[in-house]
């Protein structure tokens, strides 16, 4: 029988109840000119950024650099980890790191 270990995906400082969400979306969903993005609508910006989050690991390149910040080798690495950074006002994702 084989064993393997199976990291699970982690997202810290994830907002569970944003105020986003009690905000009401101002589209008009069956005319595309007056919907988001084309229109502004803070309900919408906020869900697009918040769908953005990824849900499970990436791989990324890492890369070695020499002195004259060439970059001499490269390796891969699975990103199990990420730390959301959220809007103060709306709750929703500014942005992320690993």
């Known amino acids: ?10 997202v810290n400082n994830r907002n569970e ?10 589209c008009d969903k069956s005319d595309i000119e007056k919907s988001f993005p084309l229109v ?21 390149n890492d890369y070695t650099y020499d002195k ?10 699975i990103v199990n980890e990420i730390t959301l950074m959220n809007c103060s006002k709306y709750g929703s994702c500014l942005g992320w790191s690993f």
């Open 40 to 60: 502004e609508c803070i309900h919408c910006k906020c869900q697009q950024a918040d769908d953005s989050i990824p849900d499970k690991a990436f791989t990324i």
């Open 17 to 26: 109840s944003p105020l986003y969400l009690k905000i009401k979306c101002k």
């Open 1 to 10: 029988m084989r064993w393997c270990t199976v990291k699970m995906f982690k």
């Open 68 to 77: 004259n910040h060439k970059v001499t080798s490269t390796k891969k690495r």
